[in-house]
Structures are given as structure tokens and as C-alpha cells.
């Protein structure tokens, strides 16, 4: 893991096209906004695994369903 410090109104730019400005420092709450293209998808980590978790419910059903067809 790469650890930055940064300022508010400071900014990080990842692979020339995501960009990650500090806004807000508030004690321990940081504000940040982020600029990326439209087709890349930006979650907050807790969403991000709760989708990993569904699909892989959803995958593991289909899978339980396709060999209950074999059998």
C-alpha cells in the first residue's frame, strides 16, 4: 500500500485519469472527491464486498442449479 499525506484542496491522480481531491478534514473524517470516467465504477469498500458477497450467492445458486439438471 502506497501511504500519502496530503492537504485539503490537494489532489492524487491515478492512471491519468482518476483524479482524488481532499475537500474536507474534519478530525478524524476526511472528505474526498472523485473524478472519474463514467465506465469505472467507484464503491465504498463495505458496498464493494457486499457485491462480491451477492454475485457469489447468485454464482453458487446457478452452479447448485446446473447440477441438479444433471442429476
Given amino acids: 500500500m ?33 473524478s472519474a470516467p463514467k465506465e469505472i465504477p ?3 469498500k463495505e458496498v464493494f464486498l457486499q457485491i462480491q458477497e451477492e454475485n457469489k450467492q447468485v454464482l453458487d445458486q446457478k452452479n447448485l442449479d446446473e447440477l441438479k439438471k444433471l442429476f
Fill in 2 to 34: 502506497l501511504a500519502l499525506t496530503r492537504k485539503k484542496d490537494e489532489s492524487l491522480v491515478i492512471n491519468n485519469n482518476i483524479e482524488i481531491t481532499i475537500l474536507e478534514v474534519r478530525g478524524e473524517q476526511v472528505k474526498i472527491g472523485i
Fill in 42 to 44: 467507484v464503491y465504498r
